[in-house]
C-alpha cells in the first residue's frame, strides 16, 4: 500500500510540475490558452477589429497588423512580469488575455521590426503597483533590446498615441471592454 501511494505522489508531482503548478516568479501570467490570430484587412476599423476579438480575462493586449508584413518581435523589456505577443503575421490582429498572480502588477515594453523595411515600432504597456495604468508607443529604427527600454522609459500616461515611421502609421489606445483593460496597438 505505501509503494502504491508513493507511485500515485509521484505521478501527481508529475503532472503539476508539467502544467507549471509551480511558478518562479511571482507575478506569472495565467493565461487563458496561447496567442490567437485574427485575420483582418488594411480597410477595418479599430472598433471592427476589436469587434472580433473576444475577452475573457481581466487585461487583454491587442496588436493589428493591417501591413503587408509581418510583425517581428526584435526586442523587448520586462520589468515585471513577461510581454505577452509575439510575431504578428501580415493583415492579422493577434490578442492574448490573461490575469496577473500574486500583486496583479506588470509593466513592459517590446520592439517589433515591420518585414525587412527598416522601420520597427515600439510598443509600452503598464498597470503599475503605484502610479497609473499606461502605454506607449515608439518609432525607434533600431533592432534589439534597447529601443523597447527607452520607450518603456518614456511611458507617462493613458492617452492615446499615434506615429508616422516612414510609410507606416501607427496608433496605440487603452480601452475598457466589459471591465477587461485593453492596450491596443494597430499599425498600418
Known amino acids: 500500500m505505501k509503494s502504491l501511494t508513493r507511485v500515485f505522489a509521484a505521478f501527481l508531482l508529475a503532472i503539476t510540475i508539467a502544467f507549471g503548478g509551480f511558478s518562479g516568479n511571482a507575478h506569472a501570467q495565467s493565461p487563458v490558452g496561447a496567442n490567437v490570430n485574427v485575420s483582418i484587412d488594411a480597410n477595418k476599423t479599430i472598433e471592427q477589429i476589436l469587434g472580433l476579438i473576444t475577452s475573457t480575462q481581466k487585461f487583454q493586449m491587442v496588436i493589428a497588423n493591417q501591413t503587408g508584413s ?3 518581435r526584435v526586442g523587448g523589456y520586462n520589468s515585471l512580469s513577461n510581454w505577452v505577443l509575439g510575431d504578428v503575421p501580415p493583415l492579422t490582429a493577434q490578442y492574448r488575455d490573461w490575469t496577473e498572480n500574486g500583486a496583479g502588477y506588470f509593466t513592459f515594453a517590446s520592439n517589433y521590426a515591420v518585414g525587412n523595411t527598416g522601420k520597427f515600432f515600439q ?24 529601443p523597447a527600454n527607452a520607450c518603456w522609459d518614456a511611458m507617462t500616461n493613458a492617452d492615446d498615441k499615434n506615429l508616422v515611421n516612414g510609410q507606416f502609421t501607427a496608433r496605440a489606445i487603452m480601452a475598457n471592454n466589459n471591465g477587461r483593460v485593453q492596450w491596443i496597438y494597430q499599425v498600418k
Do not use: H, M, V, Y
Not at 510598443?123 to 534597447?146: D, H, M, Q, T, Y
Open 123 to 146: 510598443f509600452g504597456a503598464s498597470w503599475p503597483p503605484i502610479g497609473r495604468r499606461k502605454i506607449n508607443l515608439c518609432a525607434r529604427n533600431e533592432n534589439g533590446n534597447s
Open 70 to 72: 509581418p510583425l517581428t
